[in-house]
């Protein structure tokens, strides 16, 4: 059950998850590289998904690590399981997604994301904060409906995506609100063990940053949007969300695609950004203020990926600007690497640190 945190604003800690000798019921015990522990506490087998991931699973069969457990259909009853986990209803862009459809396989137990496999269709190819959040740096089973879709904005009509198709912030809650608001008994949530995420802005500054009028007041506009979003969640007597988690902007401005724009455009990105991301924490207060019985936190990612850019090498990358290669902190030139994201994954965790996670 998630405990009453006060908002924590804009914070980024360094957290460490320490291997046990043997991997708790419901965690990760193998998969492509996955260096943790590889056997289970008493009563849990270790049962392989796919390559990307084996998970210790209560009450399996003695069947070695390597019996493969299908995923292409939805289970045709509910699985043992799903009434002790948490929930975990994402939101967001291409920073998020992993490719989650709602027609396809729901998550349960032994396939916390559902469709598709672990880890997923991700910006990079691998694993991102979600993934990592979901199974590995987790304290308890976590079913992850990832509503998050490539190419975002908060609201087309606002700001217009790369494609008709893309699925904004409003689609993707209109997706929740069809699907799992409900509370199915696929996904028993309650208003306890449930966690609604929300990371986007990216595109929206990124589509519109450079155009004329004032900025400043076009992010208040954005931000009605959003928390219009947030607003029906939490006050929808058929939803009754209460726990939040928001993610800021991070620098886009330093990814390589900004840095062979000239210095003019990357100074007034930063700046339409850093407007945005102020707005968006008081609105997160007001928000909290206005709805008894929420409680919500920020994660800074914007200080986040700026202390890591700012002295690479400490972190094992090459430099803050290469993109692609093995030791890049970039995957490609405008979404950071999966190694990269475990490091987002691991400052997720401690900002939830006292919660389900």
């Known amino acids: 059950m998630?405990?009453?945190?006060?908002?924590?604003?804009?914070?980024?800690?360094?957290?460490?998850?320490?291997?046990?000798?043997?991997?708790?019921?419901?965690?990760?015990?193998?998969?492509?590289?996955?260096t943790g522990a590889t056997t289970c506490v008493s009563g849990a087998t270790c049962t392989k998904l796919n390559d990307y991931y084996s998970q210790c699973i209560p009450g399996a069969s003695s069947a070695p690590a390597t019996t493969t457990t299908s995923t292409t259909t939805a289970p045709t009853s509910v699985p043992s399981g799903v009434d002790k986990a948490n929930f975990w209803f994402s939101f967001g862009d291409s920073y998020t997604q992993t490719g989650f459809t709602t027609s396809g396989t729901v998550p349960?137990?032994?396939?916390?994301?559902?469709?598709?496999?672990?880890?997923?269709?991700?910006?990079?190819?691998?694993?991102?904060?979600?993934?990592?959040?979901?199974?590995?740096?987790?304290?308890?089973?976590?079913?992850?409906?990832?509503?998050?879709?490539?190419?975002?904005?908060?609201?087309?009509?606002?700001?217009?995506?790369?494609?008709?198709?893309?699925?904004?912030?409003?689609?993707?809650?209109?997706?929740?609100?069809?699907?799992?608001?409900?509370?199915?008994?696929?996904?028993p949530w309650t208003s306890s063990n449930a966690l609604f995420s929300v990371w986007i802005g990216i595109n929206d500054i990124?589509?519109?940053?450079?155009?004329?009028?004032?900025?400043?007041?076009?992010?208040?506009?954005?931000?009605?949007?959003?928390?219009?979003?947030?607003?029906?969640?939490?006050?929808?007597?058929?939803?009754?969300?209460?726990?939040?988690?928001?993610?800021?902007?991070?620098?886009?401005?330093?990814?390589?695609?900004?840095?062979?724009?000239?210095?003019?455009?990357?100074?007034?990105?930063?700046?339409?950004?850093?407007?945005?991301?102020?707005?968006?924490?008081?609105?997160?207060?007001?928000?909290?203020?206005?709805?008894s019985g929420v409680t919500t936190w920020i994660w800074d990612s914007n200080a986040a990926f700026t202390t890591v850019l700012n002295n690479p090498t400490s972190y094992g990358f090459v430099d803050a600007t290469s993109y692609g290669g093995a030791n890049d902190f970039w995957g490609n030139n405008y979404h950071p690497s999966s190694a990269a994201h475990d490091i987002w994954g691991k400052d997720v965790a401690a900002v939830l640190a006292d919660t389900i996670w």
Not at 126 to 147: A, E, H, P, Q, R
Not at 234 to 250: E, L, T, Y
């Open 2 to 34: 998630f405990s009453k945190l006060a908002l924590a604003a804009f914070v980024s800690v360094v957290f460490v998850r320490l291997v046990d000798a043997q991997q708790t019921a419901w965690g990760q015990c193998g998969g492509i590289g996955w």
């Open 206 to 291: 990124g589509n519109s940053y450079y155009q004329s009028g004032d900025r400043d007041a076009f992010s208040d506009v954005l931000l009605d949007s959003y928390f219009g979003q947030v607003q029906e969640l939490c006050a929808n007597a058929n939803v009754g969300a209460r726990n939040f988690f928001f993610v800021n902007v991070p620098p886009i401005d330093r990814s390589p695609l900004m840095l062979a724009q000239s210095a003019d455009a990357q100074a007034l990105e930063k700046t339409v950004i850093a407007g945005f991301n102020s707005k968006l924490a008081s609105r997160v207060a007001s928000f909290k203020a206005a709805n």
């Open 108 to 187: 349960a137990p032994g396939n916390p994301l559902g469709n598709p496999p672990y880890p997923g269709y991700t910006a990079v190819g691998g694993t991102n904060w979600v993934d990592v959040d979901t199974t590995v740096y987790n304290k308890s089973l976590i079913l992850t409906y990832n509503y998050a879709y490539g190419g975002a904005t908060i609201n087309a009509s606002l700001v217009q995506p790369y494609e008709p198709t893309v699925l904004s912030l409003i689609d993707q809650v209109n997706e929740f609100m069809g699907q799992a608001a409900s509370k199915p008994a696929l996904a």
